[in-house]
């Protein structure tokens, strides 16, 4: 799936997959996150990609000078939820300009 994003007055188009793990014994699923802008070929230095579960940071990916894309994996167990959480950060200063965390992601398998 994949929808528009706004998020310190700038779009994006943020990217989810999930499917479930087989090669593992535990009954486990991952999310792709990915976050790309519409409007320029690379994203806005220092807009953060997050996700957590149960309040927890699992990954965190920031845009560098040139980045066209923030991608990030997370896996879990089926009845684990995944929050992502866009920031967008003035480079110079550091100050947070924008923050959009998104309702939980979850898996439902068949």
Do not use: H
């Not at 965190?60 to 950060?89: M, P, R």
């Amino acid at each position: 799936a994949y929808r528009p994003i706004t998020l310190n007055q700038r779009t994006f188009w943020l990217y989810l997959t999930t499917w479930a793990m087989e090669e593992t014994s535990e009954s486990e699923w991952s999310l792709l996150a990915i976050l790309e802008s519409i409007q320029t070929p690379t994203l806005p230095t220092s807009t953060r990609l997050m996700i957590q579960s149960d309040g927890t940071t699992l990954i965190e990916e920031e845009a560098k000078a040139q980045s066209a894309y923030l991608i990030a994996q997370v896996i879990g167990s089926w009845s684990e939820k995944f929050t992502l959480t866009l920031q967008s950060f003035d480079p110079e200063s550091g100050t947070l300009q924008d923050s959009l965390s998104l309702p939980p992601v979850v898996f439902q398998p068949y």
